[in-house]
């Protein structure tokens, strides 16, 4: 099953513009992670936000949690072409769902076109 | 290696035949998963290695599918009686940290499986 919901399913944008992609979930986490995947095949590891953190920001992404909403954002800012590629987010659940290691569980993410 | 290495890229099979997915960690990262993704959604969790062992098999869908890590460095997927329902990438990724506050993971390219 999947824990996390992605809002918008697409977002189609022009060059320069700001892009802003959000995340909610259902049960409290660990920690949540943003994910890139372009063309389908591998994923790139972005950022990952605690959930006693409330921003964090890694050049031109920022991320926001607001853990009483369970719900994440991911803004890029001045988005170029390359940035065209699917964005996931994924959960830690908090004590690790009863786990011993931090299970990842992705939502289904967000196709971005940024247009030249 | 330098990255996680996924062979082969692209399997096509037919229905009923035995079918065998390879995924290379990073060197030094005792943490392997085995992701299963369907067009248009997120990864789905099969399989997690620590060392040689499964430590968590929940995500497998079936007893048809089955995973080794027999050194606790390269891994195989298996899929008997393929389906075409099984059509899908199948991701591999590592982590050197699986702990929950810290588990980052990196992806191989993805194989992705054509049943026809």
């Known amino acids: 099953s999947q824990q996390g919901e992605e809002d918008p399913q697409a977002l189609s944008i022009q060059e320069g513009e700001n892009a802003t992609m959000n995340c909610s979930y259902k049960?409290?986490?660990?920690?949540l992670q943003w994910y890139r995947q372009n063309s389908g095949r591998g994923l790139v590891h972005l950022i990952l936000?605690?959930?006693?953190?409330r921003e964090k920001h890694s050049g031109r992404l920022r991320v926001t949690l607001d853990t009483s909403k369970k719900s994440s954002s991911l803004l890029i800012t001045a988005s170029r072409a390359a940035d065209t590629a699917s964005y996931f987010c994924?959960?830690?659940?908090?004590?690790?769902?009863?786990?011993?290691?931090?299970?990842?569980?992705f939502g289904q993410g967000t196709i971005l076109t940024v247009h030249p | 290696g330098a990255g996680v290495s996924q062979t082969p890229s692209n399997k096509v099979t037919e229905k009923g035949k035995y079918v065998e997915l390879r995924c290379d960690p990073i060197?030094?990262?005792?943490?392997l998963y085995w992701y299963r993704q369907s067009l248009g959604q997120g990864p789905e969790f099969l399989i997690y290695?620590?060392?040689?062992?499964?430590?968590?098999d929940s995500g497998l869908p079936n007893d048809r599918f089955f995973a080794v890590r027999p050194e606790g460095s390269v891994s195989t997927l298996k899929i008997q009686r393929t389906e075409r329902g099984d059509s899908a990438v199948y991701l591999c990724?590592?982590?050197?940290?699986?702990?929950?506050?810290?588990?980052?993971?990196?992806f191989g390219a993805g194989s992705r499986l054509t049943v026809l």
């Open positions: 990724a590592s982590s050197l940290d699986p702990s929950p506050g810290a588990n980052v993971l990196t």
């Open positions: 049960t409290s986490i660990n920690n």
């Open positions: 936000i605690r959930s006693n953190e």
């Open positions: 994924a959960t830690v659940l908090a004590n690790a769902g009863g786990t011993s290691y931090g299970k990842l569980t």
């Open positions: 060197s030094g990262h005792t943490a």
């Open positions: 290695f620590q060392g040689t062992g499964a430590a968590d």
